[in-house]
C-alpha cells in the first residue's frame, strides 16, 4: 500500500468522523499550560541555584 492508497483509506475510514466541538480550544489550552509549567520549573530552578550560590558564597 502506497501513500495515496492510505491517504484514500484513511479518508474512506474517518469521513464521517466529526471533531468534538471545543476540541481546537482544549488543544490550545493545553499547550498553553504546558509552556506556562516549563517556564514556572525553570524560574524555580534559576532561583535554586542563585539562592544555593549565595548561600555558598555568605558561608565562606
Known amino acids: 500500500m502506497d501513500t495515496y492508497?492510505?491517504?484514500a483509506a484513511m479518508h474512506g475510514a474517518t469521513?464521517?468522523?466529526e471533531p468534538r466541538p471545543g476540541l481546537a480550544k482544549d488543544v490550545l489550552r493545553g499547550g498553553i499550560?504546558?509552556?506556562r509549567k516549563r517556564t514556572v520549573?525553570?524560574?524555580a530552578a534559576v532561583a535554586a541555584v542563585v539562592?544555593?550560590?549565595s548561600v555558598t558564597t555568605v558561608a565562606t
Do not use: F, G, H, N
Request: glycine fraction near 0%.
Open 5 to 7: 492508497e492510505l491517504r
Open 15 to 17: 469521513s464521517t468522523v
Open 33 to 35: 499550560r504546558r509552556k
Open 41 to 43: 520549573t525553570i524560574v
Open 51 to 53: 539562592t544555593a550560590a
